[in-house]
């Protein structure tokens, strides 16, 4: 299939609302959670396309954990439906559940037995499968040469790679994870990143929940932003972080009359000051980049204007994420 042709494809499956599709690893409709009076969830419409990482995004108290507890059959909803893998969650939990793995916050194990002790015990409540799975889950970690050490010598990022290992036992199809990167270092956050990307490489779908917004552009091929319970924006990476405001920054001499001469200019949307730098923001259907820089230079040059540096801002999805949500002293 044409790249045009997967487009036009994905889209239909993400605007699609009105069934329910197999081609999802997770399908929520109108899913809602009150705790008395305090809404925690409302109205969360979310689509995770199956062999895919996914980002459940927001900051602290915005409802992730309490979406995943939802997911898992741990807390029942208000309001709302739950599909997992194609089933329904609250009508067939155990069927929907049967090929999920999860982490939810830090793994927890028995410290006092090695690595490989603990994939044991978790096995021997599972099926008879479980068990041969456990030198290839280490494997597939890379835990093997630390495997029959003790968890307590564990690093937090070991322990984070053992808990993938345990969820492997299983032979997942989807896994959720409950803010894996958290405390990690810098060497613990690469790993996991490989680690997961390796295995949506293999056909597993992700869904993590973080509010470490760099990993997960870095990590993720889809997300969604969530504030205060409501998603505010889902979809393909790219889309979200390319769906903003185009600024391009500019160093010249005079930037009062600067500013004065660009507004005048169709696609300019406004012009101010950045911190000693004239920041000039396009209109939603301003000419490409190139053409626009062009026409600011022309104009600026033709009034004398000195020009030192013209560049073109790039946006993260932190900025798009700071942009759509109100919990701008949560930043982290």
Do not use: W
Not at 279 to 306: F, G, S, W, Y
């Amino acid at each position: 299939m044409c790249a045009a042709g997967m487009a036009s494809t994905m889209l239909a499956m993400l605007t699609n609302t009105n069934t329910h599709t197999d081609a999802f690893a997770v399908e929520t409709r109108g899913l809602g959670k009150r705790f008395g009076g305090r809404v925690a969830l409302e109205s969360v419409d979310l689509e995770v396309p199956r062999g895919s990482a996914f980002g459940f995004l927001g900051a602290n108290g915005a409802g992730k954990t309490t979406l995943i507890r939802l997911l898992l059959g741990l807390a029942e909803p208000t309001a709302g439906q739950m599909r997992v893998l194609g089933r329904d969650v609250r009508g067939d939990r155990a069927a929907a559940l049967a090929r999920v793995g999860a982490i939810i916050e830090e793994p927890r194990f028995h410290s006092h037995l090695s690595g490989r002790e603990n994939l044991q015990v978790h096995a021997a409540a599972r099926d008879r499968s479980a068990r041969g799975r456990i030198d290839s889950s280490l494997e597939r970690v890379e835990l093997t040469a630390r495997a029959d050490d003790k968890v307590k010598t564990y690093s937090l990022g070991m322990r984070q790679r053992l808990g993938v290992a345990r969820c492997l036992l299983s032979d997942p199809e989807l896994l959720i994870l409950d803010e894996p990167l958290n405390g990690l270092d810098p060497a613990g956050i690469l790993e996991m990143r490989g680690l997961i990307r390796d295995l949506v490489a293999e056909g597993c779908s992700v869904l993590l929940s973080s509010h470490l917004l760099d990993e997960v552009e870095k990590t993720c091929d889809y997300a969604a932003i969530v504030d205060t319970g409501r998603v505010v924006a889902q979809g393909a990476i790219g889309e979200l972080v390319n769906g903003g405001p185009r600024t391009i920054d500019i160093v010249c001499h005079n930037p009062i009359e600067a500013a004065t001469l660009l507004a005048a200019i169709p696609g300019v949307g406004r012009a101010t000051d950045h911190d000693g730098t004239l920041r000039v923001t396009l209109a939603p259907k301003a000419p490409a980049n190139r053409e626009i820089v062009t026409a600011m230079l022309r104009r600026l040059l033709d009034h004398d204007i000195a020009v030192e540096r013209v560049a073109p801002q790039v946006v993260s999805l932190e900025d798009r994420f700071l942009t759509m949500t109100t919990r701008l002293g949560d930043r982290l």
